[in-house]
């Protein structure tokens, strides 16, 4: 099947204002998404996950920020880097929507919510403003919002964090997106209320056919909702692998790692006096990326060689197609080093 | 049986209504944050206080430490009567009380460094000053797992993490008995939730710190909690011995908090029960039980609709506010 979004080697730059250097905040990433599947983009902040949806959107804002040239963004057969900006519109807000993380900033708040909903149907497929007004209706009612009659012509200051989430949802959906963006559509909100967008997203999923590429830090939130997961660390991808595969198998230290920093209800309530086995240290900064492996200094397995040399992306077998599941990380030529040094 | 060394009693906090626009018309209702709240704390132990936002559990934590005045209730600190206390009095028991706040982004004074907002308390305190002053920041700074070094940078130099660390170094600074957490996990990343819980675990094992510990989320709770109490709009509707909680919930609304956790595994087996809606006003709550609009219980009768169920055991040492706590779900 064509990939419906390929992303290949895609290195976006940004040059910092203290002559600090140049930051590789994403640094030669490569993957894809299938028409109607869910793609998980996982990492901690700070690993370019972010910036790869604005990239894919092409809302890095330049300078500072740049695409290097090879990079290459494909959405249904274009490329999206060389497009003119009347295409580019044609496509984002359309063809390719996004929900932000902060529900609370990024909906305007001296416009209704109905308005807000209703103008990108205007913009883009050129409706009436009452048959605009009478979509945003249905968008609400779609969102699962009670008495979307009322609701629409509320300002975003009434509604609950929930709500607003929702609100950003059928704005993002209402041209019927073929890929919708959710950049950590639920980190703000409650767990209840995480559970209630998790489970709308699913639904209007199958419901659209759309595919959806969701990013998080929390390997718990993709567990539930994605297909194939893309994990990624220091501006690169460093596993890659059907959602069952990755959890199955992590094969990254980072992603195991992330695993074990996930708090579980099924731990027992013991484990090591209810220690948690994270990972420990902090991404570094964009500008000095380590040598050799990126996450060595981290990494609880590191020797020699991962000091000198950067792993590149290896198939790791298993299940499925060759490069169904792929590790950047050199474990997998030396498995018998899977035993953490004291 | 230790005495407890927090032990609050029907603690009250009501908000006035506020008034329309330039403080004319009728005011609204007013808002019942707090409700008749009651738990103990033992020394040395963590209770978690879980529940939705609004659901009053930040209001609790800071009417404890007088950070809001609690209209009604009585809460006592180290044998000490908190809500009796003057002025001074009550300022000399914050040295034994003191709260960490979940924003580490709006809780650290942008214009002050890192060793000017450990040495503020130290001198109001009177703690130590000069030398003796220097000594403690740095051993504060190691003791939270941050170089001493970042004693002069400022809070925008700092990732979520590190200023975080910071915030209960601060709390740390004045060597006190019992800490409010409040979320203090809540706004970090994962790898790094967890660095900060096992640090607040080693802390509490280290320094006999008895802990509030406030949070949305029953899994990171877990972690760390001996005893779990569940609030919604501003009442305790289940309390209990953490494994007995997680081992078999009486209330409703606790079953579906932990059916809300998202679970690291996609094979996982399991009915998530998602609640319809948001929490109701806690100015307009609904008649009989509160919870009974979103109650997924399938009994749920005219009863739920009419009667306030009361807190009441229903296993030794587990309360639950429910009409049917004997057929949980």
Partial sequence: MEPLLRVRDLKTYFVTEHGSGTARAVDGVSFEVQPGETLGIVGESGCGKTVTSLSILRLIPEPPGHIRPGSFIEFEGRNLLTLEPRELRAIRGNQIAMIFQEPMTSLNPVFTVGDQIAEAAIVHQRLSRRAARTRAIEMLNLVGIPDPDERVDHYPHQMSGGMRQRVMIAMALVCHPKLLIADEPTTALDVTIQAQILELLDRLQADLGMAVMLITHDLGVVAGSADRVVVMYAGQVVEQAPTTALFARPLHPYTEGLLASVPRLDAPPAREHGRLHGIPGQVPAATAWPDGCRFHPRCRYAWDRCRAEAPPLLDAGGEGEPGAHTVRCWLLTEPRRRTPHP | ?329
């Fill in chain 2, 1 to 329: 049986m230790t005495p407890a060394l927090v032990d609050v009693q029907g603690l009250v906090k009501h908000f006035p209504g506020e008034r329309g626009l330039l403080g004319l018309g009728r005011p609204r209702a007013v808002v019942r944050a707090v409700d008749d709240v009651s738990f103990a704390i033992a020394p040395g132990q963590t209770l978690g206080l879980v529940g939705e936002s609004g659901c009053g559990k930040s209001t609790v934590g800071r009417a404890i430490l007088r950070l809001i005045e609690p209209d009604a209730g009585r809460v006592t600190i180290d044998g000490q009567d908190v809500v009796a206390l003057g002025a001074r009095p009550l300022r000399a028991l914050r040295r034994r009380m003191q709260i960490v706040f979940q924003d580490p982004y709006g809780s650290l004074n942008p214009r002050m460094t890192v060793h000017q907002m450990l040495a503020e308390p130290l001198a109001i305190h009177r703690i130590a000053r000069g030398a003796d002053a220097e000594r403690r920041i740095a051993s504060l700074l190691e003791e939270v797992g941050l170089d001493p070094s970042f004693a002069r940078s400022y809070p925008h130099e700092l990732s979520g993490g590190q200023r975080q660390r910071v915030g209960i170094a601060r709390a740390l600074s004045v060597e006190p008995h019992f800490l409010v957490l409040d979320e203090p996990v809540s706004a970090l990343d994962v790898s790094v939730q967890a660095q900060v819980l096992n640090l607040l675990a080693d802390l509490q094992q280290r320094r006999r710190l008895t802990y509030l510990f406030i949070a949305h989320d029953l899994a990171v709770v877990k972690h760390i909690a001996d005893h779990v109490a569940v609030m919604y709009l501003g009442k305790i509707v289940e309390r209990a011995p953490a494994p007995v909680l997680y081992a078999g919930p009486r209330h409703p609304y606790t079953t579906s908090l932990l059916s809300a956790v998202p679970v690291p595994d996609p094979k996982a087996q399991r009915q998530r029960i998602v609640l319809a809606g948001d929490v109701p006003s806690p100015a307009h709550p609904p008649p009989g039980c509160p919870f009974n609009p979103r109650c997924p219980h399938p009994k749920k009768d005219a009863r739920c609709r009419t009667e306030r169920p009361a807190l009441r055991e229903v296993a030794p040492g587990q309360l639950a506010a429910c009409h049917f706590a004997e057929q949980p779900l």
